[in-house]
């Protein structure tokens, strides 16, 4: 048996399903691999052949309780509060349960939302490899993703301050990652018996020192910045591979049949807004008169409300159903962001908030699409004239069948395999073992 690799995960099924794909990659390289995560993803984990271990109650649920849709929707300072005592709790609980699943284990894998696996790592003297679907570290090439604002002016119009700016950007990252070391301060000594340290930010140990950090997303839609240290790399999406042998079934087929290729339109697994954001859809794509298929499943959305020209769809995986549309609408998403442009599709992106707006900028700047427009600021007539310049401009399908052909040629789990393969192999005591051997490459 080749070595143990615990993987932990927080969030919603676009940041856990990547790690699904890492497992599998792991497993056909000969490693043995447990993905932590919460209980709602425990079918699809193992229905994929990979050993799950609950680190707690269903996340889908706390997202879609009416606090968090009055946070996001109403006032963020009067409801987050209690949202950020819940979570806290959510962190606890999964620390503890990470504890237990990592014994034995060679190395962990984590998201960025479970850092307490770096404290973890430390009391096993094992290593812990960082994870992120956007650029977290800082650099002076670009400001922290979250930063939606235009570029300063440079100093006397001659001496250029971005560099500084953006270094100091990554403040916010800062007060986020206080939101994690809350819980993870108190389980170093009360669960670890770990002694305090200094907060060090996502991607370093307790001591200071840079661990690896990989970022899963392509480097052709986000290039590695030069200022980043050698630990830190991007590695390219971890792209999961649908097995379930989806197609359309006889009535989408017909719907598909009897005009041209239509629309994607889908927001995601976030219901915040759902009321609001279905009036808009519906009121945008009856003035637009095209045709769509929208992905109801993110609620709210009754066929009966829709035009003869709009297909509604409740769950289909977005790598096979994205062969059949023209183009595609969404929140901006790092999965779906990637898989529509794998697809080569033209592309509208529609943030309301962490790293959507992020994807959407790039998505604009690489011209597969048109300027993304804030949830919050979407109406019925900015929705409408987007779906009309997303299907006749044509620079933008030329510029999303580019980047197909460039996505084409990434291959990030075997790439992020390869580094925790070498990484385990480096780690202090483990120099002399011998190498993970790969299994299945014959057949």
């Not at 310049?389 to 399908?397: F, G, I, R």
């Amino acid at each position: 048996m080749g070595k143990r690799v615990a993987i932990a995960a927080i969030g919603t099924m676009g940041d856990v399903q990547p790690f699904v794909a890492l497992s599998k990659s792991l497993l056909k390289r000969g490693f043995s691999v447990v993905l932590c995560t919460t209980s709602d993803f425990r079918d699809f984990v193992t229905g994929n052949g990979v050993e799950f271990h609950n680190l707690g109650s269903d996340i889908q649920a706390f997202l879609r309780q009416s606090q968090f849709d009055n946070a996001m929707s109403k006032n963020l300072l009067l409801y987050a509060p209690s949202l950020l005592r819940q979570g806290q709790q959510i962190l606890k609980e999964a620390c503890r349960q990470l504890w237990n699943a990592t014994q034995g284990a060679d190395a962990i894998v984590f998201h960025q939302t479970t850092n307490f696996a770096i404290d973890v790592a430390e009391a096993l003297d094992i290593p812990a490899i960082m994870t992120a679907f956007q650029p977290i570290n800082p650099t002076g090439e670009f400001p922290h993703f979250t930063f939606d604002g235009p570029p300063l002016d440079p100093l006397f119009n001659r001496i250029s301050l971005d560099p500084l700016f953006n270094r100091l950007s990554y403040v916010i990252q800062a007060a986020q990652q206080s939101y994690y070391d809350f819980p993870r301060d108190r389980m170093r000594a009360k669960l670890l018996g770990l002694r305090s340290r200094k907060r060090n930010g996502f991607s370093k140990n307790a001591f200071g020192e840079n661990i690896p950090a990989l970022h899963a997303y392509s480097p052709t839609l986000s290039p590695r910045p030069l200022d980043w240290p050698d630990s830190t790399l991007v590695t390219g999406f971890w792209r999961f591979e649908d097995e379930s042998g989806w197609m359309p079934d006889a009535s989408f087929r017909k719907f598909l049949e009897s005009g041209p290729p239509p629309v994607y339109l889908g927001f995601g697994s976030m219901p915040w807004g759902a009321a609001r954001n279905t009036e808009i859809i519906t009121k945008a794509l009856r003035s637009w008169g095209g045709r769509a298929v929208i992905g109801s499943g993110w609620g709210g959305i009754k066929a009966e409300d829709l035009p003869d020209t709009v297909y509604p769809i409740s769950k289909a995986p977005h790598t096979e159903l994205f062969k059949y549309v023209s183009g595609v609408v969404h929140h901006g998403g790092a999965g779906t962001t990637h898989t529509g442009l794998l697809a080569g599709k033209p592309t509208f992106v529609v943030p309301q908030f962490f790293d959507q707006p992020y994807w959407g900028k790039r998505v604009y700047e690489l011209g597969a699409g048109p300027p993304p427009v804030r949830l919050r600021k979407l109406t019925p007539g900015i929705l409408a004239a987007a779906l009309e310049d997303l299907t006749t401009e044509p620079s933008y399908a030329v510029a999303a069948a580019d980047l197909r052909e460039r996505l084409l040629h990434e291959d990030g789990t075997g790439y992020a395999t390869d580094i925790i393969e070498e990484t385990i192999s480096e780690y202090p005591g483990n120099s002399d073992d011998a190498p993970v051997q790969a299994m299945g490459a014959a057949s």
